[in-house]
Antibody, heavy 122, light 108 residues
Framework: QVTLRESGPALVKPTQTLTLTCSFS??????????VSWIRQPPGKALEWLAL???????YYSTSLRTRLTISKVTSKNQVVLTMTNVDPVDTATYYC??????????????WGQGALVTVSS | SYVLTQPPSVSVAPGQTARITCGGN??????VHWYQQKAGQAPALVVY???DRPSGIPERFSGSNSGNTATLTISRVEAGDEADYHC???????????FGGGTQLTVL
């Protein structure tokens, strides 16, 4: 059974760094073809893909946010960590991690965590 | 960057057929995936690779993709199908995932 769970602060002040952790079970990120992504959704708005890390430690980032994001993995702990620097109120959103599978032509998100609501406010 | 366009809302009576579109430049050459997001919940995959269904998804959910439009079709709509639906592709030229703006399905 595949499960993912996001954890991190519910409230962050503007200009601070946000660190979110995705803890997962039921699969190994060391398995060829396996990846984990972070996706966010501001209240009432669309989904926005942020970053992906794969089994080979390759990393991919949203073009608009790449200078502020870092994704990493702790394979031994089955965790993926996302850091976002210099947060702003527009970064207020529910942040999801999702298992990502498929090939280079059609990656998809087949299992999702329940999401973590992060509010950026002073 | 690649853009996916969805209608903000679609309404349908119970038992009827709902069709939700996802427009993109030559989207027919890409694999399209669809997610259902019920109120207060995380998205869940309902159709992948244009027209395949994960295990546990009813046959009432189907998909197609050709030209500049992909379509999610829900037959014999039930009250429990009321949700937001999001289309998604992987843009391999830039190694980015792209989502549509989402469509709110209302069951009248």
């Amino acid at each position: 059974q595949v499960t993912l769970r996001e954890s991190g602060p519910a409230l962050v002040k503007p200009t601070q760094t946000l660190t979110l952790t995705c803890s997962f079970s039921g699969f190994l990120l060391s398995t060829s073809g396996m990846s984990v992504s972070w996706i966010r959704q501001p209240p009432g708005k669309a989904l926005e893909w942020l970053a992906l890390i794969d089994w080979d430690d390759d990393k991919y980032y949203s073009t608009s946010l790449r200078t502020r994001l870092t994704i990493s993995k702790v394979t031994s702990k089955n965790q993926v960590v996302l850091t976002m620097t210099n947060v702003d109120p527009v970064d207020t959103a529910t942040y999801y991690c999702a298992r990502t599978t498929g090939n280079s032509g059609w990656l998809l998100f087949d299992y999702w965590g329940q999401g973590a609501l992060v509010t950026v406010s002073s | 960057s690649y853009v996916l366009t969805q209608p903000p809302s679609v309404s349908v009576a119970p038992g009827q057929t709902a069709r939700i579109t996802c427009g993109g430049n030559n989207i027919g050459s890409k694999s399209v995936h669809w997610y259902q997001q019920k109120a207060g919940q995380a998205p869940a995959l309902v159709v992948y690779d244009d027209s395949d269904r994960p295990s546990g998804i009813p046959e009432r959910f189907s998909g197609s993709n050709s030209g500049n439009t992909a379509t999610l079709t829900i037959s014999r709509v039930e009250a429990g199908d009321e949700a937001d639906y999001h289309c998604q592709v992987w843009e391999s030229s830039s190694d980015h995932a792209v989502f549509g703006g989402g469509t709110q399905l209302t069951v009248l």
